[in-house]
């Protein structure tokens, strides 16, 4: 698994997370509650909310998330 992309806030990951997942890919995210309970540390030390993907996916999970940016 490789992180996609890191998100400054819990929300916005499981957006992202759900918006994935109903396309069929398989994700999960990392440091969800050190940035949720300590938002001040996700910075320096958690690098915000990171989705995961398989490394196979990613190039299938960034023209997903890039449709969804053309249509806002």
Known sequence: MVALMVCN???EAHHILNRLQNEGIECF???ERITTL???LSS???SGVQVMVHEEDVE???KILQQDVHLD
């Open 44 to 46: 320096p030390l958690a």
């Open 38 to 40: 300590m938002p001040y």
């Open 60 to 62: 299938k999970a960034n």
């Open 9 to 11: 806030n819990v929300i």
């Open 29 to 31: 995210l990392i440091n």
